[in-house]
């Protein structure tokens, strides 16, 4: 058993407690956003991908939004024009260089930031002009895993404020539907076992930052070689690279997204893994588009840490890398 695993294992319990502290707390940013005419999102590594994530649905909402890694907020694509900006920026840790290097340079600029971390004593938390604790608890494995979870449960509760509520039913049940995930996991196991030493990940649309999730996080914890692809984008190019070294998993958006590439590779040899709600390798619970993407990030997840075991990798404490990057 890992960390890793047992924190993956703790998501449930970190969704609904994240969920029922912030629901007013999401409706204040999401007035703040409202009066916005351009609002950044930074992160880095997992904490960027949350930042698409939340931009995905920012732009949804119809807010002009802009997912950028916090490393590049800078004088470089920064302009003054923009009346009462904001930066969203998601640091688990709340102490990550870069995270914090887009905070002070938001706040030289008069950009109004937002911070969104799971620690509530950090730099980022105490210095941001508002601040967002999610509740994922103290997490231990490199990888982060159950911070992440929250920081799209977060996003949601945004994107709901900002659209009267209407998942307000389902979010509520998001915590029993990761776990009933969770629990299901002797499917993923054995794929997680047997899959080849080059990963890729394809998801369109919300599901795109979760592919590239789903590389980063075998990347780090398996040492496989791994990349992610909006769907369609594979077969502009990338498909090229599918050999018997490689297997590919398709995070299912729809059918008609994801047929044609399905078709496509297995016209050439290959068969993509799919994770989805229907006629799928690896089958979850169906419930809304957007609620689906915490039972997606489960699987990738588990995935993950049972492809490192596999590897006999020490998965919890991976090479040349620590928890917080402050240098
Ligand atoms: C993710 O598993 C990594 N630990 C890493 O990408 C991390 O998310 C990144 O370094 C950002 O850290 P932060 O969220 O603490 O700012």
Redesign the pocket.
């Known amino acids: 058993m890992t960390i890793m695993m047992d924190e993956i294992r703790e998501e449930p319990r970190s969704l609904s407690q994240t969920i029922s502290h912030n629901k007013d707390k999401a409706k204040v940013i999401a007035e703040i956003l409202r009066d916005s005419s351009m609002v950044y999102v930074t ?5 960027y991908y949350a930042s698409v994530f939340l931009s995905t649905l920012l732009l949804k909402s119809g807010v002009p939004t802009f997912p950028i890694q916090a490393s590049d907020l800078n004088g470089a694509v920064f302009s003054d024009r923009f009346s009462s900006p904001v930066n969203i920026i ?7 260089i870069d ?1 914090l290097s887009s905070m002070n340079f938001s706040k030289s600029k008069n950009i109004r930031t937002i911070g969104i971390t799971n620690n509530p004593e950090s730099t980022l938390a105490r210095n941001s002009h508002v601040s967002i604790v999610t509740m994922a608890g103290n997490e231990l494995s ?3 895993t159950k911070s992440h979870t929250v920081q799209l449960a977060i996003s949601i509760l945004i994107y709901d404020a900002m659209n009267s509520h209407l998942l307000d039913k389902v979010i509520s049940n998001a915590s029993s539907l990761v776990e009933r995930v969770i629990l299901n996991d002797s499917i993923v196991k054995n794929l997680g076992n047997k899959l080849k030493d080059h990963v890729v990940f394809l998801g369109a649309g919300l599901y795109y930052p979760l592919a590239m999730e789903g590389a ?2 075998f990347k ?1 914890t398996s040492g496989s070689y791994a990349e992610a692809y909006s769907t369609r984008e594979y077969l502009h190019g990338p498909i090229h690279t599918l050999d018997d070294q490689t297997s590919v998993i398709l995070l299912r958006t729809n059918e008609n997204n994801d047929n044609s590439v399905i078709k496509k590779i297995s016209e050439i040899g290959g068969k993509a893994i799919t994770i989805g709600p229907y006629d799928s390798d690896i089958t979850v619970p169906q419930t809304d588009s957007i609620i689906l993407a915490l039972e997606y990030l489960s699987v990738i997840q588990m995935l993950a840490n049972y492809r490192a075991q596999f590897k006999g990798e020490d998965t919890d404490h991976p090479r040349f890398l620590s ?3 402050r240098e």
């Open positions: 992160g880095s590594g997992t904490s998601f640091s688990q840790s709340g102490e990550n995270a490199v990888a982060a980063l996080k780090e928890k917080v990057v």
